[in-house]
């Protein structure tokens, strides 16, 4: 596609829920991001993959939170168990090489009621 | 924790040059300094790149001293549209052990009539 594309744009889930969230890179993109932005702050880095392996998981928060890339395009990013505070905009970004120009998606906005 | 520091907000008017200024004193031999932009309900866009002296593209300039410790991001004539959040990295191009983009707070920029 001609940019980073992520579904859903919004999401709306109950305390406790199984949320997976979408990235679909650019094309060619070997390496991927994911970031959360809560209102008012900057995005703080969950994961990077390099393939189909992450290559640095350290952001992730928690147990609940996982990232998949399989055949090292599409990527999920899945959380259980979802508490209110995992409210935020999730980001996707790619970029065919480490720390050139990051593409990022629009996000999804995930609101956990 | 940011290796970044610049200012939280900056006001302008349309028509005249904008000057964000960045503090990066702990920054290494081989990381490059990159600057994004971040339109309210939109992911960051990449602004330019560099690693010593002066880099212009169609958007912006970027300074950097001798001593590399700040730069300088430089928006010719803004606009109404660029309204928004600026942000300040720093990275290793070349690192191979990690990708991830770590933001600051960032600087909005509110640019009025």
């Known amino acids: 596609g001609a940019g980073v594309s992520q579904t859903p744009s919004n999401k709306v889930t109950e305390k406790g829920k199984y949320v997976e969230l979408r990235c679909d890179p650019i094309?060619?993109?070997?390496?991927l991001y994911w970031y959360r932005q809560s209102l008012g702050q900057g995005p703080e880095f969950l994961i990077y993959?390099?393939?189909?392996?992450?290559?640095?998981d350290s952001g992730l928060p928690n147990d609940r939170f996982f990232a998949v890339r399989p055949e090292g395009s599409v990527s999920t990013l899945k959380i259980q168990r979802t508490e209110r505070g995992d409210s935020a905009v999730y980001l996707c970004?790619?970029?065919?090489?480490?720390?050139?120009?990051?593409?990022f998606g629009q996000g999804t906005r995930l609101t956990v009621v | 924790l940011a290796k970044t520091t610049q200012p939280i907000s900056m006001d302008s008017y349309e028509g005249q040059e904008v000057n964000i200024t960045c503090s990066h004193n702990?920054?290494?031999?081989?990381?490059?300094i990159t600057w994004y932009q971040q339109f309210p309900s939109q992911g960051p866009r990449f602004i330019i790149q560099?690693?010593?002296t002066k880099v212009t593209n169609e958007v912006a300039s970027l300074f950097i001293p001798a001593d590399r410790k700040s730069s300088t991001l430089s928006l010719p004539r803004v606009s109404l549209s660029d309204t928004a959040v600026y942000y300040c990295?720093?990275?290793?191009?070349?690192?191979?052990?990690?990708?991830?983009?770590?933001f600051g707070q960032g600087t909005t920029l509110q640019v009025k009539p």
């Open positions: 560099g690693y010593k």
């Open positions: 993959f390099q393939g189909t392996g992450a290559a640095d």
């Open positions: 094309s060619g993109h070997t390496a």
């Open positions: 702990n920054i290494a031999t081989n990381d490059y």
């Open positions: 990295l720093v990275g290793d191009p070349g690192s191979s052990n990690t990708g991830k983009l770590i």
């Open positions: 970004a790619s970029s065919s090489y480490l720390h050139t120009e990051a593409f």
